[in-house]
């Protein structure tokens, strides 16, 4: 059945990877698929969130078996410095909407109106972005989005310091209700010279929401952290696991885990 797709067209360098040449661990790959909810991918500047993020699109939109409705928001940014405006595209009648006004939010608000089902953010960069994907994930929609953050439990701590101290109970308990899974990852050289991601995630579900809830706002990234030692998949993990299939050095495990070390010491289990 044909798929009914919207995206916003970007010119980026480079090739793009299948999800199968990511080589993502089978449980995160079982976990990006909610049938609603927010799923964030974070990470510094140049750490491959971006790749990992359209590596998703590709997938959801080649393998879907229904037919289903995606809109992809990109920031043009410095990828193309000709670029005025943003530029949507659907693919299937090959029709090209060029949108004069260049105010992200605003496109998004408009074309939430079509009602898709699912939503990609290239990056969560302000209050207003994070508003629409924390809203779009409660209506029932299931959005995936970029954020610059260094680690799951960052990634809390970037939200939360994008609400007011008097929203952090109600707004960040919102934020934290939308979550299903947050990625993060991290590129440093394989054993061949090319670069290789190491990853720490943490599935949001109902039981460890709630934990984190309970916590309260001030202990949200705290108890975020105790989570991802708890039961996530961390860094040290994933880097250890790297080594042993020879993908890594020891030296760059052993690297991972003692630069990651420090985020487990604010927390007791």
Request: net charge negative; proline share 2%.
């Amino acid at each position: 059945m044909e798929k009914e797709v919207i995206e916003m067209s970007k010119n980026i360098k480079g090739r793009e990877f299948s999800i199968q040449e990511l080589d993502l661990p089978k449980h995160l790959l079982d976990n990006l698929d909610p049938e609603n909810g927010l799923i964030l991918i974070s990470g510094s500047t140049n750490s491959g969130k971006t790749t990992l993020l359209q590596s998703i699109l590709d997938w959801r939109e080649n393998n879907s078996e229904k037919d289903i409705k995606i809109i992809s928001y990109e920031d043009p940014g410095e990828d193309r410095l000709d670029f005025d405006g943003l530029v949507f595209s659907e693919k299937q009648t090959g029709i090209f909407y060029d949108i004069e006004n260049k105010n992200l939010v605003l496109s998004i608000r408009n074309e939430a109106l079509k009602n898709p089902d699912m939503i990609f953010i290239d990056g969560i960069r302000d209050r207003e972005m994070l508003n629409e994907a924390v809203s779009g994930s409660l209506e029932g929609k299931l959005v995936y989005a970029a954020i610059n953050a260094n680690f799951v439990s960052d990634v809390v701590r970037r939200v939360l310091g994008l609400f007011s101290e008097n929203e952090k109970n109600t707004e960040g308990l919102k934020f934290i209700k939308s979550l299903r899974l947050i990625v993060s990852q991290i590129l440093i050289p394989s054993v061949s010279g090319s670069m290789i991601a190491i990853r720490e995630y943490l599935v949001i579900t109902p039981d460890i929401a709630e934990k984190i809830i309970n916590a309260g706002s001030d202990h949200f990234k705290i108890e975020t952290e105790k989570q991802v030692q708890l039961g996530g998949h961390t860094f040290a993990k994933d880097a250890k696991e790297k080594f042993k299939q020879g993908l890594i050095t020891k030296k760059w495990s052993d690297h991972i885990e003692m630069m990651f070390s420090y985020k487990c010491k604010d927390y007791v289990v």
